[in-house]
């Protein structure tokens, strides 16, 4: 028997739309093409994670001039959430509206930040979110507390703190979903890239996926590739969904369909099919941060963090500071340890490699992306090509020169950069983009297909803009909207 609703994608989008769902009654089945990460992985080996991308599957995309990479994307139970930083922080209320920024305009959401923030609140308790509502300069408002006070800085970190704040920003505790001690019980290393075993992240498979699979009308079928969707040429309803498990050709025929499988993905499922693409908007607007890693080094600081990812700084990230554009926001990455250093740069030898972690702050910025019609996805035979198009480089270098002359007052003499390349689209977004107009976007404001009334798209594809911070939260928040949405249609 069919289910009433199919779920594309146990990552982010899907785990929170089930998790919403499930209580509805409503008989859901999530196809994931992934299978859970095992307990006995190499869950905390740099070396198998960072060079032998032990965890990415084998498949290759094309760049924008046609050469072939392996992306960093990663295909198991709870999507990339899996290997996430584990930053749940929300979009601004001013990042609903429209931005202007130095190389162009963010347009304004179908939607206003108040439309999401019950939904925001719900997301939050789902994936027990550490923070503190009141040290953010931008924080938008919330109706309470974060469900647990923030996770707490290392003692280097205490130092690096007090430095940015005597420099005079004001860092604030990045929010977060990890149970540190949890974490660390398992192993001694950051969470920011590493896979969790469940053990402390709470990311789509821990929080999302457990809370829906409670339910006995929740299944998962794992190893399930969806290929193609069908619909009906006269009603547009979708009919059914097809999916390939152990070489075998399967279908399913629901009520609902929601494809979550991630920006490039679903809109790659959808090319595929031909389905949902009258405006032309399927694969447009591609948008992937504009992100530099940030090393500021000082041989009077002594950096013997384990963790590192506590806090951000977004004092430019609504204007420059000065009256001028936004620029983005400054989180600390994961610690970037000896072993780390030396996978990203080979040559550098061992004792530098360590010297250099010993005495470093490792940050992570972030810059808008802004919805270009020409960055795309598209399929060429049959293989996805990423024409990725930066946009929005000025505010990025400004957000770079920035950082790097706090940190010199902050007593760093030495500060490098490197700007992340377009082979990681860890925070790919807006393929399938929602909006108030169906001849420039594929969905409405409810995350439905103007052209297909019972297909949804509820992932990173829906995000009309990338915003400055981290997505992973914004995308769990519209997926219980979503999940709402379809919960009353299914009661009708
Ligand atoms: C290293 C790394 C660090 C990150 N850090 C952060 C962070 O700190 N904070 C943050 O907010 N975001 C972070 N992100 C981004 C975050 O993980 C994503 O924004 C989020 O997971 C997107 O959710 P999604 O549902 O769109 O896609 P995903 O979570 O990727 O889920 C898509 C799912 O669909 C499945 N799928 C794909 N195609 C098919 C198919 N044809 N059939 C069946 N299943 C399919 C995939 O296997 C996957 O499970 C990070 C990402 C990476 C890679």
Redesign the pocket.
């Known amino acids: 028997m069919s289910p009433d609703v199919v779920i594309?994608?146990?990552?982010?989008?899907?785990?929170?739309l089930a998790a919403g769902l499930a209580p509805s009654g409503a008989r859901i089945t999530i196809?994931?093409?992934?299978t859970q990460i095992p307990d006995d992985a190499p869950a905390r080996d740099p070396w198998r994670i960072y060079t032998n991308s032990a965890f990415r599957s084998k498949e290759t995309w094309l760049d924008g001039t046609g050469t072939e990479f392996e992306p960093?994307?990663?295909?198991?139970?709870?999507?990339?959430?899996?290997?996430?930083?584990?930053?749940?922080?929300r979009y601004r209320e001013e990042d609903f509206g429209e931005l202007e920024h130095e190389d162009g305009i963010s347009p304004a959401w179908p939607i206003s930040y108040k439309d999401l923030a019950t939904w925001y609140e719900k997301a939050e308790h789902l994936y027990n979110v550490r923070g503190d509502v009141t040290s953010d300069v931008c924080e938008p408002p919330h109706d309470g507390p974060y469900p647990f006070p923030p996770v707490p800085d290392e003692p280097a970190l205490k130092v690096a703190r007090q430095r940015l704040e005597d420099a005079g920003v004001q860092p604030f505790s990045l929010p977060?979903g990890v149970d540190i001690e949890r974490w660390l019980a398992a192993g001694q290393t950051g969470w920011?890239?590493y896979p969790d075993q469940r053990c402390g992240k709470m990311?789509?498979e821990t929080c999302g996926l457990a809370a829906a699979l409670q339910h006995d009308n929740v299944d998962l079928i794992t190893s399930?590739?969806?290929?193609t969707l069908q619909a009906d040429p006269k009603t547009r309803r979708i009919t059914s969904v097809t999916?390939k498990k152990g070489g075998e050709e399967h279908q399913l025929k629901p009520a609902v369909v929601v494809v979550?499988?991630?920006?490039v993905?679903?809109a790659?499922?959808l090319l595929r099919s031909g389905l949902a693409n009258s405006s032309d908007y399927v694969g447009r607007c591609f948008m992937n941060h504009n992100a530099t890693a940030v090393i500021a080094i000082d041989p009077r600081f002594h950096n013997d963090s384990i963790y590192q990812?506590t806090f951000g700084i977004n004092d430019w990230y609504l204007s420059d500071g000065n009256g001028g554009k936004p620029l983005g926001n400054v989180q600390l990455l994961g610690r970037v340890t000896p072993d780390i250093l030396k996978i990203q740069v080979p040559q550098l030898p061992k004792f530098l490699a360590k010297w250099l972690s010993d005495h470093a702050l490792d940050l992570y910025l972030i810059s808008e992306d802004l919805p270009d019609p020409e960055s795309r996805v598209v399929l060429k035979n049959g293989q996805i090509q990423l024409r990725w198009q930066r946009s929005n480089m000025t505010a990025h270098q400004k957000l770079v020169s920035k950082t790097k002359r706090t940190l010199r007052k902050a007593g760093f003499p030495i500060v490098l950069s490197r700007l992340f390349d377009g082979r990681?689209?860890?925070?790919?977004?807006g393929t399938v983009r929602m909006g108030g107009d169906p001849k420039t976007s594929v969905l409405d404001p409810d995350c439905r297909s103007w052209d297909h009334p019972n297909l949804y798209v509820?992932?990173?594809?829906a995000l009309p803009t990338s915003a400055a911070?981290?997505?992973?939260?914004?995308?769990?928040a519209l997926?219980l909207r979503t999940a709402d949405t379809i919960r009353k249609e299914l009661a009708q």
């Not at 979550?260 to 920006?263: D, K, P, S, V």
């Open positions: 594309i994608g146990s990552g982010m989008g899907g785990a929170s196809l994931e093409r992934g960093g994307n990663y295909y198991n139970v709870g999507g990339n959430s899996k290997l996430y930083g584990a930053v749940l922080i977060l920011d890239g990311d789509a399930a590739e969806v290929q999916y979550c499988a991630g920006a993905q679903s790659a499922l990812k990681v689209p860890s925070h790919q977004c509820s992932d990173a594809a911070v981290n997505p992973a939260l914004t995308v769990a997926a």
